[in-house]
């Protein structure tokens, strides 16, 4: 590739000898400019790999230039130099299109990482890719909801602003999260997925920023957090309401500041990691209920992707049960692939999954289990007969069933559903079905649930 060129755009001379020195020390061309006029000027007569802005500018601001550049130039990647702690500026930025910001001081290291990441949206671009797969994990779906899914997963590649994945419980969102990380020039760094909900209150911190030993009971030595394990990546955290409120301010700061701080450590330590969260629940719902911060929540949420429901995109339906059924034969070797009758896709296409794609493999698995022969038919499917919770009808008693028993199935359901979303996680089943752990455990005891 061609030397790489920046644009650098500030109206104070000394940040601009700075940022021309490092970025040549980099190896990089930087031209300058000082107003918005003199830096669309510059766009017009040359060609840039980057563009850094100052926020406030003599004819304009720098979120001006930003749009007009996400305009006339969408590939050019820009950075927005922000005051320090003004992180209403920051978050507007990458709201008008920017890739990421650096606040003032300028720190130097910071600024070569992103000046790093910025670049290899080139190598990016250069090799191609698909936002259908990365890392072996596909989104199928030639549907509108997913071309749409697709088109918005590659822009939000292109930056390194915070994401909010919402939608339903199965609807993909890690995958969502993974392939906007594989498609980005964080491919290559690593992709730290965590279940918030599944970690225990009292460990969130430790987890989450890392622990000096001796800080608590049981730190027998020193140990880096998920932050720290992402650096250079993409960190995913999954179901970010169930994170209590005194790591939410935590988190807050690390976004903000970039830095965390370990449990029991006196300095902070600066953090390079991509912020991607998601949650099955409503969030404003939960900032109204004083649930989850509505500073946390305006942070994380600079773009927001919905992952639609199953039930929206009916059509997707054939492709991705012949998919899991291929891969359901690749685990049983040397079984052929099983295929549906028409009658049965007929009926899948019919039915409402409430538990979405997760749930439309968890009926495939099944009816490859009991299924005799090599079609499978409706009756192996065995789907509920109607849609929705299982009480939203008037329950109907037969009087040769104890109450007690009846109850007792109700609540072997209620257990069976959470356990199955929350993918076993006992910890996190508790939590969503309102009970503790050891309430939990006692039951499944008592159901004879294993």
């Known amino acids: 590739m061609t030397k790489a060129q920046a644009l650098v755009v500030d109206d104070e001379s000394d940040i601009l000898d700075l940022l021309k020195i490092t970025l040549g020390r980099m190896d990089i061309r930087a031209l300058t400019a000082m107003t918005v006029i003199d830096a669309k000027h510059q766009l017009e007569r040359n060609h840039f790999d980057l563009c850094l802005t100052d926020m406030s500018l003599p004819d304009g601001n720098g979120i001006d230039l930003i749009r007009h550049i996400s305009e006339h130039y969408p590939d050019l990647p820009v950075a927005m130099i922000t005051a320090h702690g003004n992180m209403e500026s920051a978050v507007a930025a990458m709201k008008a299109g920017a890739f990421d910001f650096v606040p003032k001081p300028v720190d130097l290291q910071l600024l070569r990482r992103l000046v790093g990441s910025a670049l290899r949206l080139r190598e990016t671009a250069a090799a191609g890719g698909d936002a259908r797969s990365a890392g072996g994990a596909n989104l199928i779906g030639d549907s509108r909801a997913m071309e749409q899914i697709r088109q918005m997963i590659a822009k939000l590649a292109r930056n390194q602003a915070p994401v909010f994945i919402t939608g339903e419980s199965g609807t993909g969102k890690e995958l969502a999260a993974r392939l906007i990380h594989g498609q980005g020039p964080r491919a290559a760094g690593p992709f730290v997925a965590v279940n918030c909900g599944a970690i225990p209150q009292d ?7 890392g622990h000096k030993k001796g800080s608590f009971t049981g730190a027998v030595s020193d140990k880096e957090g998920l932050f720290q394990a992402a650096s250079g990546g993409t960190l995913f955290l999954d179901e970010v309401a ?10 807050l700061r690390a976004v903000q500041e970039k830095s965390v701080r370990p449990v029991g450590a006196q300095q902070e330590v600066a953090v390079d990691a991509r912020i991607i969260s998601a949650s099955h629940r409503d969030l404003n719902l939960e900032v109204d209920k004083g649930h989850f911060r509505q500073d946390l929540f305006y942070r994380i949420n600079v773009i927001e992707l919905r ?14 049960a012949e998919r899991m059924l291929l891969r359901i034969a690749r685990h049983h070797k040397g079984q052929p692939a099983m295929t549906l009758s028409p009658d049965a896709l007929s009926a899948l296409m019919d039915y409402g999954f409430p538990g979405n794609v997760r749930e439309l493999e968890n009926i495939l698995e099944r009816a490859t289990a009991l299924c005799e022969g090599s079609v499978i038919a409706v009756g192996d499917l065995y789907l509920p007969q109607a849609d929705g919770p299982a009480l939203a009808a ?12 009846y109850l007792g199935e109700i609540e072997k359901k209620a257990i069976l559903d959470a356990l199955d979303e929350t993918r076993w996680n006992r910890t996190a089943a508790a939590k969503k079905l309102g009970m503790t752990l050891r309430s939990l455990r006692y039951r499944l005891a008592k159901l004879g649930i294993e």
Do not use: G, T, Y
């Open 203 to 209: 460990l969130v911190e430790s987890e989450l920023f």
């Open 307 to 320: 992952m639609p429901a199953l039930r929206e995109r009916p059509r997707d339906i054939p492709a991705l």
């Open 242 to 251: 169930d994170l209590p409120l005194p790591a939410q301010v935590k988190l």
């Open 394 to 405: 008037p329950v109907q008693l037969d009087e040769s069933v104890p109450l007690e028993d």
